[in-house]
């Protein structure tokens, strides 16, 4: 065995991790080779001195820290584990309890929806549009401000009138596509055309 | 002999703390030591450590009973450490006893009270730090495996299932690492083999 290959193995010889047969052939080249001795002999100090290094104690609140964290990760598992098996199909089978209700019942509730909106609508704003509406100079597009959507929507029945359109029933805004066309037809018209 | 099989069972999965405490006291001194070994520094030590268990707490359901649960833990916390280095770049290597810097000015660490006369605490301070900054130098593949043979007494095999590399690479990193600390250590070491011939 050549000396670079001894050296090679000179760690694992020291560590005794060598199988017999390695082991056997640095033994023989030890017992000629003067350089590899000395090789072999600061692998051994430098491995010694290693151990001379202090063993430090485990600091006192090592474990208490360890531990609280411990316990808040327990707590926050717990939390997480009840959101995802409990919470969570329990709120995706009261939804799906909920949602044929609520189809059922969407047409009553808009319905209430828009008749609860009329009561929001101050009164004296459609009589400031309409009033001023009559006047010949009046500007439309301010009134148009002043008469918002809602209002215009809420009261299209009343706006429509001064203009000859049919009357539908006050107060009541008519639902569905047909209803919506004569809300925008008449909030185009307060805001942009003169009066007839 | 631990028994892992019964601390697999029900009730440390009931989150029994005080179980896993058990199971680990064995372990927390020496992976602490291994730790600070590797890292240089008390305070990343003490994180890695506590780091290190907490994930083995956690995922302790990965655990296969039958198996060395030492190695397990250990193989943990070098793959932490791995991951730490390759975050954060390079691990700063800060002396065990230098002050730390605060708003309020410096606050001197203290060190474990050796017994002895104080010359003799002075070179063993000086000698402990000169074996730190050496161990710090090398490259971590080296220093894992040199901490975990020349400190902790784990066999080759051990190492290579905790570094999960062949024996033949446990064996060349000791080698390489005891050869890159002769050279950093060499007034030390020689010094030693003269005393040890003469």
């Known amino acids: ?196 | 002999m631990l028994n892992t099989q019964a601390l697999a069972g029900a009730q440390y999965r009931e989150s029994n703390i005080e179980a896993f405490e058990e199971l680990v006291r064995t372990y927390d001194q020496k992976l602490y030591r291994v730790a600070l070994r590797l890292t240089g520094n008390a305070d990343e030590a003490k994180d890695l450590a506590q780091e290190a268990l907490f994930r083995a707490y956690r995922s302790f359901d990965k655990f296969k009973i039958g198996t060395s649960f030492e190695k397990w833990l250990f193989r943990i916390a070098s793959n932490l450490y791995i991951d730490k280095l390759r975050k954060h770049g390079k691990y700063r290597f800060e002396s065990l006893d230098e002050p730390i810097a605060t708003k309020d000015g410096y606050i001197e660490k203290t060190l474990p009270d050796w017994t002895g006369n104080p010359e003799e605490i002075v070179e063993q301070n000086e000698l402990s730090e000169k074996i730190q900054a050496a161990l710090q130098s090398l490259p971590i593949n080296y220093r894992m495996a040199v901490v975990l043979y020349d400190l902790e007494g784990f066999s080759y095999e051990e190492i290579s299932g905790i570094l999960d590399c062949s024996i033949g690479t446990v064996r060349s990193r000791i080698h390489r690492g005891r050869r890159l600390l002769r050279k950093k250590l060499a007034p030390y070491v020689y010094q030693e083999t003269e005393v040890g011939v003469g």
Not at chain 1, 155 to 173: I, R
Request: hydrophobic share 35%.
């Open chain 1, 1 to 196: 065995m050549t000396c670079e290959k001894v050296r090679s193995l000179l760690s694992a010889y020291i560590d005794s991790e060598l199988d017999y047969q390695e082991l056997r052939q640095v033994e023989l080249h030890l017992l000629d080779c003067t350089y590899c001795q000395e090789e072999c002999r600061s692998l051994r100090a430098t491995k010694d001195l290693l151990g001379m290094l202090e063993s430090p104690q485990l600091p006192r609140e090592f474990w208490p820290e360890l531990k609280e964290r411990i316990n808040s990760h327990s707590v926050s598992e717990f939390y997480r584990r009840l959101l995802v098996r409990v919470l969570v199909p329990a709120c995706a089978l009261l939804a799906l309890a909920i949602l044929p209700i609520a189809l059922s019942s969407n047409t009553g509730a808009s319905k209430g929806l828009t008749e609860a909106k009329t009561d929001l609508v101050e009164p004296y704003i459609r009589e400031y549009v309409i009033s001023e509406l009559d006047r010949p100079f009046s500007d439309k597009t301010s009134l148009g401000f002043v008469a918002t959507a809602q209002a215009v929507t809420m009261y299209s029945s009343d706006l429509l009138e001064p203009y000859g359109h049919p009357t539908p029933h006050k107060g009541v805004t008519p639902s569905g596509q047909t209803g919506r066309k004569t809300q925008i037809d008449a909030f185009k018209r307060v805001m942009f055309l003169s009066p007839k």
